[in-house]
């Protein structure tokens, strides 16, 4: 079993920025791809930012160039830098890994709100 613990959310003011981390523990395939996902009320839960162990990344639309995402296979944490938030950013995020076997698990989620 894996285990994920987000940290880092928070309030933020529009434009500001943000760091979240998630640590993985546990019985961890090394080959895997950890991630962020985020929803927001009466929304769908959506990819943010993903990352595999071999260093590919992939972001949505609407973060590209504001998020970064990075990790640090050692430690098993993935980082989410998110720079210029905005409103609409408001929502819980999710740490997400799915390892090369197809098993997929979440953390708990951490909240995110970009308000003045």
């Known amino acids: 079993q894996v285990q994920l613990v987000e940290s880092g959310g928070g309030l933020v003011q529009p434009g500001g920025s943000l760091r979240l981390s998630c640590a993985a523990s546990g019985n961890i395939v090394r080959t895997n791809v950890m991630g962020w996902y985020r929803q927001s009320p009466g929304k769908e839960r959506e990819l943010v930012a993903a990352s595999t162990s071999g260093g590919s990344t992939k972001y949505a639309d609407s973060v590209k160039g504001r998020f970064t995402i990075s990790r640090d296979n050692a430690k098993n944490t993935v980082y989410l830098q998110m720079n210029s938030l905005k409103p609409e950013g408001t929502a819980l995020y999710y740490c997400?890994?799915?390892?090369?076997?197809?098993?997929?698990?979440w953390g708990q989620g951490t909240q995110v709100t970009v308000s003045s």
């Open positions: 997400n890994m799915v390892t090369v076997f197809g098993k997929e698990y």
